[in-house]
């Protein structure tokens, strides 16, 4: 058996709705299939985006129901029951499987409270899952199904007394009690923005309102933050490429989110047609679309570079191209290579090929000796092949740009 065999075999057996449901637990496979399903596009990490590996059934699919991966507030990976409450909803978004306009005849599947939590703790107790992350459809009002995800987990929380991990979506237009409420019981909360502006959603989503369905809910989550504890914070995430949006006005929209909604993190879903929705004919995003906004995000969030530098990454029109942003930036940074014995931290990190983590070894190592050949930098975790161009050591240079700018 290959490597890749064992391990799509070890990823089949690790999700519950390839073994069948703990036992004692009655579950109608269907509609736990189609309650999955329906979170295709929900997001909770940036791994989850990984989609499936043709004929195989991978790590971290999101395509079926069952098993998906995030990550808590201190930063460890855990295994999330992922599902939607309901699959019913009045709203009329053109991409969405869930929309009401795209059911023609599909099943409407709703859990009850008691029924959810129940699956869940069975989960848990079969090793099956680490936690639970919850998204629904908007049922008969927003406030209800907000009123009956609450009810859900407050059942694990206080007659089950799980302790396991909750990411609870908040439904745009939910009241400010339910927000309150769902961010006293779960770990981390989400609102989706799905498109950079109000005029975006509109092409999107034509009856959600952007500044009162979902910002104000947004500034709701920000400001009860300061009484109310939320381990893991609060994310969103924007469908990219359904819009016609440019990648520019996606990362505007990301630094209000983290300037001053205070945001942990923004996701990315590169927009995918479904079968019956209103964009089914729209043409598929390309995946490096929503590989290279992250890559930004990161240059943003980790390196904590000034966003006007960021900003050269970007073309004319607002796009970035499919190739690395920070290789792109440090070619407008640099004039000539530099010294790594004599350069500063922020000269080190912008360099392609080290981050952060390698920045400070190499601030360690030079309080001991100096750096005499790229081994030295190699051994510290270095990427010589891309941070070659860019330094130069005992007045010798490494490779030339042309050779791994492509
Ligand atoms: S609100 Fe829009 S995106 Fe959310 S489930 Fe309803 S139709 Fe889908």
Redesign the pocket.
Known sequence: MTTLEKMARLAALSRFDSVGPPSGLEIDPAKVDALGR?TKYDLCSSTSTKRKVEGIDGLGDVLRGGLCHSFTGSGRCVSLFKT?YT?A?????R??????GCKKGAKIFSYSPGELAKITVGLYRTNRIEGLFLS???GRDENDTMENMIETVRLLRRAHRFRGYVHLKI??GSSKEHVREAMELADRVSI?L?APSKSRLTEL?PS?DYERDILARQRYVRDLSKKVALPAGQTTQMVVGAAEESDREIFDRLLFEYEVMNLKRVYFSAFSPVAGTAFEDKEEEPRWREHRLYQVDWLYRVYEMDRKEIFTAFDEDGFLQNKDPKMTIATEFFDSPIDPNSATFNELIRVPGIGPKSARRIALLRRDRKIERMRDLAALGVVTRRAGPFLKIGGKSGTTLDRWID
Not at 89 to 93: G, L, R, S, T, Y
Not at 95 to 100: F, H, K, R, V
């Open positions: 329906g939607l699959n909803c009045p709203h009329e978004c991409y969405c499987s869930n929309a009401q629904s459809g908007i439904l745009p989706n799905e989503c959600k």
